[in-house]
Every structure is written in C-alpha cells, then in structure tokens.
C-alpha cells in the first residue's frame, strides 16, 4: 500500500523559506511511472497545483509561483521536497503532496499525504 | 484552463440523484479529466479518472461523463457519506493544472 506523509513547520515568517518534505513508502519514487506532486489549499479555497517531479529530476512548476518554487527528490531515502522562498500571507495553506499516475491512473491523483497546516505570519 | 463548477450548493435528501457540472474554459482531453470527493480535515479521494473510470473501491453509484468542455459527476441515490465536497480537475497539456472552486452536497 502506498502512503505519503508530510513534514515540516507549520509556522514560517514572512519573506522567508517554507520548506516541506514527502515521505514516501511502497513505492520508489524513482519510479518512471509517476509524477510526485505538490498541491495546496487555502482556507475556504480551491486547489492549487503547485509542481511536480518525476523520473527523479524533471520537474514541472505552476507559472505562478515559478520564480519561487523548487521541488527536488531524495531517492536514497525516499523523499521529494518543496521549497518556496519569500512566503506571504497569501501562501498560507495546507500542502498536500500527491501521486500522479502517468500511465496508471494516468493524470489524476490516486494517492495523497493527510495535508499538513504551513501559517505564514511574524 | 478555468474550471468552473455549478452549483455552488446542491441541497439534497438520501436516496436523490445528484449531478454535478464542470465546465472548462477550453477543451478538456477526456483523458484528464477527474473528479475527487473531500469531508472536512481530510486529503481529496479520487473517484473518478479519463472523465469516466471510477476509482479502485469507488461504489458503482458514481458515475462520470461528459467530452470537450462540459463535464458531469453523478451520484444515482445518495448514501449519507456521500454529503461532502466534490472537485473537478484537469491535467492536461501544459502547466498549470487547474481545479474547479468544488460543489458542496449538503443534505435537504
């Protein structure tokens, strides 16, 4: 059984670095069959794709957050990362990483971490 | 690509048909089209992928269908774990990959 857990601090102050990493266990993410993947969710908002790695370093960003994003994978133990610098209030949100299927379940997201808070304040 | 969902509420009683819409801005690939069902604290569910298939373990009283912009999730006769928040999603082409802003069914 596949399963995504999230890690990091709930709590970054404005203008610097949240950083969240993706446990990932039953399945390699190494792993050419699937995109890892970073969605977020604002309070009372819609989802908000964020990136994705896949293969272990092509990566795909949102145009959005692009200059500030990069996500990056751990293969030895498992693990891809998010990072993204100079957070506002308006990153505030519960970040969710997810497995995109590229050939089963392709394009959609069969399986996601619980969410974890990231509250952006001083 | 905007997808816009409707309605916002959908007021129903167990044992109703819901049908909920998603509408893309430009033509959708069926193929990357799904539908997920969120409850309160927790990770979206997939229940649908390809506009279509259900999900591993999804009951057979969802359905989806639809082609080019206009998509629709079905729920024959509601069960009372079926009140929750339902998203449409598109992962086609090029980034960004986008979600609808969700359809509430909330129990009559």
């Known amino acids: 059984q596949v399963q995504l857990q999230e890690s990091g601090p709930g709590l970054v102050k404005p203008s610097q670095t949240l950083s969240l990493t993706c446990s990932v266990s039953g399945e390699s993410i190494s792993n050419g069959g699937y995109y890892w993947t970073w969605i977020r969710q604002p309070a009372g908002k819609r989802l908000e794709w964020i990136g994705r790695?896949?293969?272990?370093?092509?990566?795909n960003y949102n145009p959005s957050l692009k200059s500030r994003v990069t996500i990056s994978a751990d293969t030895s133990k498992n693990q891809f990362s998010l990072t993204l610098n100079s957070v506002t209030a308006a990153d505030t949100a519960v970040y969710f990483c997810?497995?995109?299927?590229?050939?089963?379940?392709?394009?959609?997201?069969?399986?996601w971490g619980q969410g974890t808070v990231v509250t952006v304040s001083s | 690509i905007v997808l816009t969902q409707s309605p916002g509420t959908l007021s129903l009683s167990p044992g109703e048909r819901a049908t909920l819409s998603c509408r893309a801005s430009q033509s959708v690939s069926s193929s990357y089209l799904a539908w997920y069902q969120q409850k309160p604290g927790q990770a979206p569910r997939l229940l649908i992928y390809?506009?279509?298939t259900r999900a591993t373990g999804v009951p057979d009283r969802f359905s989806g269908g639809g082609s080019g912009t206009d998509f629709t999730l079905t729920i024959s006769r509601l069960e009372p774990e079926d009140f929750a928040l339902y998203y449409c999603?598109?992962?086609?082409?090029?980034?960004?990959?986008?979600f609808g802003q969700g359809t509430q069914v909330e129990i009559k």
């Open positions: 997810a497995r995109v299927g590229i050939v089963d379940v392709p394009q959609a997201a069969d399986v």
């Open positions: 999603q598109q992962f086609g082409g090029s980034p960004p990959y986008t």
């Open positions: 390809g506009a279509s």
């Open positions: 790695i896949y293969a272990g370093v092509n990566t």
